[in-house]
């Protein structure tokens, strides 16, 4: 019987020694993968994948170089707002005058956005109206207003975006300005990111850790909403879900979203490009990367 124990015992150690060996084989090749992936793109790639169910299941490529974060520090400037309501500085459903002027971070001399270089222009025809924050937030996500964006990070304050980015444990975005600062773009004071930064941040809303459970199921109801899909959900089947938010300027093009399968599964991914040297091309061959990284994840979750 001890004989027959000890053998069964064995089998089950094989075995499990096996299951692990193919487990981080398919991870070597998995890698291999995105990274000839990565080769084929004319530019800088960084890639963050996390596992919301195996925290173990993680892939970081290039996951602490940084980025000009582009449209991407949004998502940490609506979290800021729902803290910020939470503590009771502010309610979102309240409104605000709409105005189109900002200080420079640089000699708070005076600068106006342009209509021209946002996404949004319906939003330029309520300029002198009261505006309800919700609405104002809404548009800066799904639609990337950058008008909306600038009165709203000078209402939270952009000093305490990036603080509230370091206790969720962020260390090193920074969340310096609002947009169109030509001053300070000038001496190189921008918003910058990493692609394990924006990982840390999607993974806080996706587990509820970005505030109260139902602030972050109302932020992932926004970010569903994202208007700009061209890389994470481009070639996903139409039953996934994607909750994400993108960012591009002249040759950066980047998206960090939460991807849910349709049995309940989810994963985070984060895609950052800069110096690309062929905007369109580029941003196809990231959207081909969601899709292997899509395909990885539907089998090994």
Known sequence: MSLLKNILASVLALSFLISCEKEQS??????KIIEAQLDSIQGDVSVAYYNLSDPGDTLLINGDEEFHAASTMKVPVMIELYKQQEVGKLNLNDSILLKNEFKSIVDSSLYSMDVGDDSDDIIYSKIGKTVA?????????????????????????????TA??????????EVLRGV???????LGLSNSTTAKDLMIIMSAIAQNKAGAKEDCEAMIKILKDQ??????????????????????????????????????????LVLLSKNLEDYDKSTEQLAGISKTIFEYASKSM
Not at 26 to 31: A, R, S, T, V, Y
Not at 166 to 173: N, V, Y
């Open 26 to 31: 398919d991870k070597e090749l998995f890698k």
């Open 133 to 161: 924050l919700k609405d104002l937030m809404y548009s800066m996500i799904t639609v990337s207003s950058n008008l909306a964006t600038n009165v709203l990070i000078e209402l939270v304050g952009a000093k305490n975006v």
């Open 164 to 173: 509230t980015m370091r206790d969720l444990g962020a260390s090193k975005i």
């Open 180 to 186: 169109e600062d030509t001053k300070a773009y000038e």
């Open 227 to 268: 208007q700009f899909n061209t890389i994470i959900p481009f070639y996903l089947p139409k039953n996934v879900s994607v909750a994400h938010k993108t960012g591009s300027i002249t040759g950066v093009h980047h998206d960090a979203g939460i991807i849910y399968l349709p049995d309940g599964r989810s994963y985070v």
